[in-house]
């Protein structure tokens, strides 16, 4: 049982050790997320190509670039918008952070190949595939034993678990982040490790270091992300003690993510002449006209919205609510509750934000463990009422995600739709849940996502 302290539980110091109970929750999430046993063929790939092959391209070969596959580009039928010829070289138009938090997944597997005398870049090209979805999995289940960690801090054994479970098997961490390696997933391992390190009993000077270097991992993975690294260093600063050690915390911040920064910074201007990478050519799809219903289809619509696809987040943004409200009660959940807005804000002005080709709301998944920090601090505050709708929440937010792991693309809605997607998340005579289900249940074929 948690014990009590001016009106608010604390966590008990029974029950089972927090290391060995998150190492559960991840084992739990991984054989969730690799369930399916669905991967992406080549063909049928887009976003993720380059992520899933520039680790074998830093191991194998020591270089950021794509060029050791250029001739299995050629042979699989060449390569689309995801990769561009620039100053010679063939380079990701996306981040390279999300290969770099891959690459705990890519070397023993490139070392198993190397030995066996697979280590040539056509039999990397070919095992790219699979390896994806292991590291997309191990980097989304290892996200949610983090943010069970820091619930740990702020709640009892139990209801952390079943917080950290609803994180793992109720939001798009499931049927998204853990199913390809898109920014999201790697977006929201770095924050939430810079959670659990801003969390820290003490917020020592070491912290303050891994927590600046996890959120500038964050920004290396979706330049916009930045916004983020910005956050954790104004609560370093807004927090409490006195201001010689807030600056100390916040210089071990600074200088623990800035190189990271900096590199990125200079290896997108070297290719792309701009910070933000490829990135900035999709500048001109941000347009202000036509923001306010975005922002509702991103929160309500009945395919795309965050609240009919994961509703328990309903209580994470009551929580960041209350931290805006009365932001020195809780400066870190105050400023990132900031932050994910603006970030809202930023996807909300964006032409495409149903997020092409994906299931529910796709952009939305790196707020995560913003919304979760914010569950945590909110849940002790509910009603058994409010416990029990929760609970419905969490029910339907789980089916869904399971929907999307499992149904899906089987009715083939985004193709179907692709003239109208924006109209088309509206549409409530096209559910694509439902739909997916139905075709499934036929037994369309499902091979891949696309």
Same mark, same amino acid.
């Given at each position: ?70 001739q299995d580009f050629a042979a699989a039928g ?87 479970l609803g994180l793992g098997l109720g939001t ?41 270097f996890a959120l500038a991992l964050a920004a ?12 954790? /260093?104004?609560? !370093?600063?807004? =927090? ?5 050690? @807030?600056?100390? *915390? +916040?210089?071990?911040? #600074?200088? %623990? ?110 707020? /995560?463990?913003? !919304?979760?920090? =914010? ?5 002790? @505050?509910?009603? *058994? +009422?409010?416990?029990? #709708?929760? %609970? ?59």
């Amino acid at each position: 049982m948690a014990r009590m302290k001016a009106g608010r539980p604390v966590p008990s110091r029974r029950g089972s050790p927090p290391g060995r109970a998150a190492f559960a929750v991840f084992l739990v999430c991984l054989a969730c997320y690799l369930a399916n046993g669905r991967t992406v063929p080549f063909a049928r790939g887009g976003d993720t190509i380059p992520t899933r092959l520039l680790p074998f391209s830093m191991i194998a070969f020591g270089t950021l670039t794509l060029d050791p596959f250029r001739q299995d580009f050629a042979a699989a039928g060449g390569y689309r918008w995801y990769v561009q010829e620039r100053r010679g070289h063939l380079v990701s138009f996306y981040p390279i952070g999300p290969a770099l938090l891959a690459l705990p997944v890519y070397v023993p597997a490139y070392l198993g190949l190397a030995v066996t005398g697979r280590g040539g870049h056509a039999a990397l090209f070919g095992a790219s595939e699979e390896l994806e979805k292991l590291a997309a999995c191990g980097l989304a289940a290892l996200a949610v034993s983090l943010s069970y960690l820091t619930a740990r801090r702020r709640l009892p054994a139990a209801a952390a678990a079943w917080a950290a479970l609803g994180l793992g098997l109720g939001t798009s961490l499931w049927a998204t982040a853990s199913q390809m390696l898109w920014q999201h997933g790697p977006v929201a391992l770095s924050l939430a490790a810079g959670i659990f390190f801003l969390t820290a009993s003490g917020e020592t000077r070491r912290s303050a270091a891994l927590a600046g270097f996890a959120l500038a991992l964050a920004a290396l993975s979706r330049p916009t992300a930045g916004v983020f690294w910005l956050a954790g /260093l104004a609560s !370093l600063l807004a =927090g409490s003690g006195p201001w010689s050690l @807030r600056w100390r *915390r +916040a210089a071990a911040f #600074v200088a %623990a993510g800035a190189p990271i920064l900096a590199a990125a910074a200079a290896y997108n201007l070297f290719y792309y002449g701009s910070l933000l990478g490829g990135y900035s050519l999709a500048l001109g799809r941000f347009q202000p006209a036509g923001f306010a219903g975005r922002a509702a289809g991103l929160l309500v619509s009945p395919n795309r919205g965050l609240l009919i696809f994961t509703p328990v987040a309903a209580v994470g943004i009551a929580g960041i609510a209350r931290a805006l409200r009365r932001p020195r009660r809780d400066p870190l959940l105050s400023v990132l509750g900031l932050a994910a807005l603006i970030y809202f804000l930023a996807i909300a002005s964006y032409k495409d934000w149903t997020g092409g080709w994906s299931f529910g709301p796709r952009y939305l998944t790196d707020l /995560l463990p913003i !919304l979760f920090l =914010g569950a945590i601090g909110e849940l002790p @505050r509910l009603s *058994r +009422a409010s416990r029990a #709708v929760l %609970a419905v929440a969490l029910a339907w937010s789980v089916l869904v995600q399971m929907n999307g792991a499992f149904c899906y693309p089987a009715s083939r809605w985004d193709p179907r739709m692709s003239e109208h997607t924006e109209q088309a998340a509206w549409e409530w005579h096209h559910f694509e849940m439902w739909e997916d289900f139905q075709a499934w249940q036929r037994g369309s074929a499902i091979t891949s996502p696309f």
